[in-house]
Antibody
Framework: QVQLQESGPGLVRPSQTLSLACTVS??????????WSWVRQPPGKGLEWIGY???????SYNPSLRSRVTMSLDTSKNQFSLRLTSVTAADTAIYYC???????????????WGQGTLVTVSS | NFMLTQPHSVSESPGKTVTISCTRI????????VQWYQQRPGSSPTTVIY?????PSGVPNRFSGSIDSSSNSASLTISGLKTEDEADYYC?????????FGGGTKLTVL
């Protein structure tokens, strides 16, 4: 049974860089079966897709965040990571990692999700 | 890009049937699969419907999904409502590599 676990600082200063990792167990991020994604949820608000990465290194980012986001893979640790630069209070959210399941060639649905980690941007 | 719009909230009594809509703004709802996620307070989202109308194993058949091209919308229907169904529900679809979520609907079972 695949499980995903987010890790990283819970507090980031404004204008700094948010860095999170997602450790995957029960599946290999080097497999061509799935994509690996980040989704965030500001407190009391809805879900916002951040981006996804494929084992080949192919990446897609949310256009609204593209200029500040970088995702990467670490196959030795079976982890994938998120970096978000120049953060503000608006980036305060629960950050989830999730596996993206494809249909034919397109990534389609998120399953499963990690438990999420709250990142607060504050001085 | 496109948007998915959902009602902010719906409510219904236990044992009844409720339908939550998800309207695609720009582009055809039938062009790409629609998924539905349930999120209980304090928990991560879980999939209740994928690829328009498919249920993951373990999801009861009280949950069903459909697509209506005439209204350019997708619907999640929950029959035989139980108090445990009270949660936020999000629709999701994609296009050209971008993933989009609806704003979410709070279902109250009272």
């Amino acid at each position: 049974q695949v499980q995903l676990q987010e890790s990283g600082p819970g507090l980031v200063r404004p204008s700094q860089t948010l860095s999170l990792a997602c450790t995957v167990s029960g599946d290999s991020i080097s497999s061509d079966d799935y994509y690996w994604s980040w989704v965030r949820q500001p407190p009391g608000k809805g879900l916002e897709w951040i981006g996804y990465i494929y084992y080949t290194g192919s990446i897609s980012y949310n256009p609204s965040l593209r200029s500040r986001v970088t995702m990467s893979l670490d196959t030795s640790k079976n982890q994938f990571s998120l970096r978000l630069t120049s953060v503000t209070a608006a980036d305060t959210a629960i950050y989830y990692c999730a596996r993206l399941v494809p249909a034919v060639i397109s990534p389609v649905w998120f399953d499963p999700w990690g438990q999420g980690t709250l990142v607060t941007v504050s001085s | 890009n496109f948007m998915l719009t959902q009602p902010h909230s719906v409510s219904e009594s236990p044992g009844k049937t409720v339908t939550i809509s998800c309207t695609r703004i720009s582009g055809s709802i039938a062009s790409n699969y629609v998924q539905w996620y349930q999120q209980r307070p304090g928990s991560s989202p879980t999939t209740v419907i994928y690829e328009d109308n498919q249920r993951p194993s373990g999801v009861p058949n009280r949950f069903s999904g459909s697509i209506d091209s005439s209204s350019n919308s997708a619907s999640l229907t929950i029959s035989g409502l139980k108090t445990e169904d009270e949660a936020d529900y999000y629709c999701q679809s994609y296009d050209s590599g971008n993933q989009v979520f609806g704003g979410g609907t709070k279902l109250t079972v009272l």
